[in-house]
C-alpha cells in the first residue's frame, strides 16, 4: 500500500532480458533500510526488491506489467517516481494508492497558470466513470486532485494542477505533450463502481 507522494527519483540504470523484464534502478534511499521482497512503487507500479547494492536495488517486470503501462517505460536512463511501501503508523500524506496501473493517460496541453502548471490529459471513455471533479487519482504514481473533467466521444479529457514543488521532486515536472503516463483511479471509485454494477445486476 502507497499513498502516492513520491519520496525519491531514482533512474533506471540498465535493462536486461531474462524471461521477464530485469532493471536496475539508482536510487538516493538508504538499501541498507530495504529488504529483499520488499515492496517499492515505481511511477505508480509496484514492483519487488530481487536484488540490491549500494545506491541500487532490481526489480523483476513482467511481460503483463510491460504491456499495461506507459510506452517507453521501461527503458534505460527512464527517471521513475519512487516510493517505499507504507508502515503501520505512517503519515497518510496523499490518498490511499495500490500500485496497479488502471489504464493509460496522454499528456494534451500543459499551460502555465502563475508559477504552477495545469496539465490536461486525455483517457480512454471506460475510465470516465471513476474520475470525477475535486476527486483523486495518481499519475505515474504521484496523488494529485483533478480540477475539471470533460466527457467526449471515445476518450475523456481531465486537468491537474502541479505547484512548484511537485514540478521539482517528481518527473511530472518534465512532462512534454504526447506523452503517456500511467493512471490509478481512487481505489474507493472502484470499489463504488462494483458496488453499483452489482446492485443493477441483482435487480435484471
Known amino acids: 500500500m502507497f499513498t502516492g507522494i513520491v519520496s525519491d527519483i531514482g533512474i533506471i540504470e540498465s535493462v536486461e532480458n531474462r524471461g521477464d523484464t530485469r532493471l536496475r534502478v539508482a536510487t538516493a534511499y538508504d538499501t541498507d533500510t530495504i529488504d529483499l521482497g520488499a515492496s517499492i512503487a515505481c511511477s505508480g507500479v509496484c514492483l519487488t526488491v530481487v536484488d540490491k547494492g549500494p545506491s541500487w536495488f532490481d526489480m523483476q517486470v513482467s511481460a503483463e506489467t510491460i504491456r499495461r503501462t506507459a510506452r517507453d517505460q521501461w527503458t534505460a536512463g527512464r527517471r521513475l517516481n519512487l516510493e517505499r511501501a507504507m508502515k503501520l503508523g505512517d503519515e497518510l500524506g496523499g ?20 508559477e504552477s502548471h495545469r496539465i490536461t490529459f486525455a483517457v480512454p471513455a ?3 466513470p471513476f474520475i470525477a471533479p475535486k476527486g483523486s487519482i495518481t499519475i505515474d504514481g504521484v496523488s494529485l486532485t483533478v480540477n475539471l473533467v470533460e466527457d467526449g466521444g471515445d476518450t475523456t479529457r481531465f486537468s491537474v494542477n502541479l505547484i512548484p514543488h511537485t514540478q521539482a521532486v517528481t518527473t511530472l515536472g518534465t512532462l512534454e505533450t504526447g506523452q503517456a503516463v500511467n493512471i490509478e483511479i481512487d481505489v474507493l471509485a472502484r470499489y463504488l463502481q462494483r458496488m453499483e454494477h452489482y446492485r443493477g445486476a441483482q435487480h435484471v
Open 95 to 114: 490518498h490511499i494508492v495500490t500500485g496497479h496501473v488502471d489504464g493509460i493517460a496522454d499528456v494534451l496541453d500543459i499551460t502555465p497558470e502563475g
Open 126 to 128: 471506460g475510465l470516465a
